[in-house]
């Protein structure tokens, strides 16, 4: 199992391709991986199986959370339980987002 990433080259690969987010870890009991979105581009995830956190890289925006916005700040961590709707959506900068599942990205 590789034990190091590089973030940079993944930021990389979503950038040359058509998805907005790219999962480098994905097992039975977590997954993690990298989302970056452009202004004006959509966030089209459906709530999840499991947990996930989000760590805002860089950007802004909101994170719609059961039909609550919350501000998002660079170096903040937010939480969404499985199952919850959500969706980054509002950056007027490209947003770049590291997340983690309590399981598998399915």
Do not use: C, R, W
């Not at 609550?68 to 900068?93: R, T, W």
């Amino acid at each position: 199992m590789k034990t190091v990433f590089d973030i940079e080259e993944y930021i990389k690969k979503i950038k040359k391709s058509s998805n907005y987010f790219h999962t480098f870890i994905n097992n039975e009991n977590m997954a993690a991986g990298v989302l970056v979105l452009q202004p004006g581009e959509i966030d089209t995830q459906e709530p999840h199986e499991s947990d996930e956190v989000y760590l805002i890289l860089k950007g802004d925006g909101f994170l719609k959370i059961n039909d609550i916005d919350h501000s998002i700040y660079e170096n903040k961590l937010y939480f969404v339980g499985k199952k919850v709707p959500h969706y980054f959506h509002g950056n007027s900068k490209e947003l770049t987002v590291l997340y983690f599942f309590g399981g598998p990205d399915t």
